[in-house]
């Protein structure tokens, strides 16, 4: 197998902020695809690297480096391929990420199945996706909101000083639609259980994502206890050994394949999140359809899903599992479905 | 999709007695086979309904007459299959493990891969299964272990008011073979630590399989505590859901696909069990080849398997796995890489 990849400069619709670059905004989205060939098939993998977990375009590179003489012959040979990588790049499982899923588009081809139906699931229990609103002027926000008007369901960005102003302005335009919020880890033991309380009262809020940083749970439990809306951790989980440690806390977990290392530890934390009694969510980055259609192929099995991120790119290359009116489709094609554009 | 079944009369190479059935011989053994036929392919599948859990052959065949018209047209839509029929028969594990087993060799057929790669798993990876010996007098037991000289580990049948005398037995004729134990409940919450203490530093055992009834589990914690070796739950862990509730009172689980209902909910416990940081066993029933390499399929992800069940019957009417000196081998052919004999 030839692994090779390279970085695609993207456009956003929309400038976006998030709490943790407050008044930083962004325009252009740089991208990093991985390609894995193999007698005349293709499989397509991304990976989205973040700062806030320690990677880069430049670490991911240089795992795809090594990588690229440590795949051998058998895309089937999953465990045989990953599990080397993990235990040398520990730190780096947005690149593994793109790796599983470029071996999942490429095995899929070979078999002539959609990844999700090699997997046995049932597209038709494919969740509605959420939009996500941006932290921006209220302005803009009402405009994004009214723009978003095809969405049934909204993730709005909190965790500022200005979240009633923010909800109100957004619930003057949709009063109806399902609302959840992420505060990225916006608020602190003092705080957190006044926060979700009105907020989800006041607003109706559907869940709550992220309400303190990663580690700072000491006040969730009593947050779990009041019962505003479901709590789900997402900087507080990232790969299979840390769902089970978060059950006190949370109701539930959002899972990114840039996040745990691919689709099929993915697939681990479901089964491990639905034995505890954990609500699942599928999240992502902003990536291409690649990304995203990677991750919707395990969304017949999570309760809710937020994979509007290649809704965000004005020129994303791929077409994969659409997403007009919030709904995504498992296609009938090979792997993941991708038509490059 | 076309579902029939049939039972088979089969013979046991030696009679076979256990703790909750003493002084019962067993010398013939009736199996339950189902096949599932779609476009010129057949997937094979067996059920193993025991009393011990409420099932019987009759309960298994009353499934599969009201499945038979459940099935659909799409071998690869397991959840929109087998969902349904959980929730139609929540207690027939057994006969909706069999349905599941044959679909997947019909659909590792249709894509003409073995069911292992499939999944992605190293079939290099799978452990040496143990041999079972019985309970039995003193000179039968030394016999059947002389007899099994080829395997490498021994699982005894303990549990009786004779486990010093039959240990000692077998220790007389083999002193360095791998020895684990399993109690089908024999012990209780007054004499368990004793006996796990006393045996496992006597015979140097590997690991005690279910030393108390199902749900006794009082005592449990405390010989945790001993830690005199690993103590595997069997009657105490049924499905996913048994999983997580068996950490304080087990160190691991043993999964049977009649018992959890088929491969699909073991690779959910497996998955579940990891996370947990439990040891995991697959163990079977007295099944034919289609039973032992349906569960043989998942043996790369666990840490011990005793598959011997085939290896028990004198007349198994497929050839699958193998398992001579206890070398079980995951094949290339679709499937489960059965043959009829």
Chains 1, 2 share one sequence.
């Not at 999700?116 to 941006?134: E, H, M, Q, V």
């Not at 909101?145 to 109100?168: C, F, R, S, W």
């Not at 259980?193 to 607003?203: F, G, I, P, Q, V």
């Not at 790969?239 to 949370?250: I, K």
Request: aromatic share 6%; charged share 25%; proline share 6%.
């Amino acid at each position: 197998m030839k692994l090779t990849w390279h970085r695609k400069n993207l456009h956003l619709k929309h400038p976006f902020n998030i709490a943790s670059v407050q008044r930083q905004q962004t325009t252009e989205k740089q991208v990093l695809l991985a390609r894995i060939e193999h007698k005349d098939h293709i499989g397509w993998g991304e990976a989205s690297p973040v700062s806030y977990y320690h990677q880069s375009k430049e670490s991911a590179e240089a795992v795809f480096q090594q990588a690229a003489s440590m795949l051998g012959n058998d895309p089937f040979a999953f465990d045989a391929i990953l599990d080397p990588l993990f235990e040398k790049f520990p730190d780096q499982p947005a690149a593994i990420s793109a790796i599983d899923i470029a071996l999942h588009d490429l095995a899929g081809h070979l078999l002539g199945i959609p990844v999700w139906k090699w997997f046995g699931l049932d597209a038709k229990r494919i969740p509605i996706t959420s939009f996500t609103i941006g932290i921006d002027t209220l302005d803009v926000i009402r405009q994004k909101v009214h723009e978003a008007a095809d969405y049934p369901i909204l993730k709005v960005k909190v965790g500022t000083d200005n979240d009633d102003a923010i909800l109100t302005a957004i619930r003057d335009v949709a009063p109806d639609k399902t609302l959840r919020v992420d505060a990225n880890g916006g608020w602190n033991d003092q705080n957190v259980l006044e926060r979700c309380t009105h907020l989800a009262k006041k607003y109706r809020l559907e869940f709550i994502e992220q309400p303190t940083p990663a580690g700072h749970h000491d006040a969730l439990p009593a947050v779990l206890h009041a019962n505003p809306c479901p709590i789900v951790a997402d900087e507080s989980c990232l790969g299979p050994d840390d769902v089970l440690g978060l059950v006190t806390a949370f109701d539930g977990i959002n899972i990114k394949l840039s996040k745990c290392g691919g689709i099929r530890r993915a697939l681990r934390m479901i089964h491990t999140a639905r034995a505890a009694g954990l609500k699942i969510m599928l999240g992502c980055m902003v990536e291409t359809s690649v990304g995203i259609s990677a991750a919707a192929q395990l969304a017949p099995l999570v309760d809710w899903i937020d994979l509007d991120g290649h809704m965000l790119l004005a020129d994303d290359p791929f077409e994969g599992i659409g997403g007009n009116h919030g709904k995504l489709t498992l296609n009938d094609k090979p792997g993941l479905g991708l038509s490059e554009k």
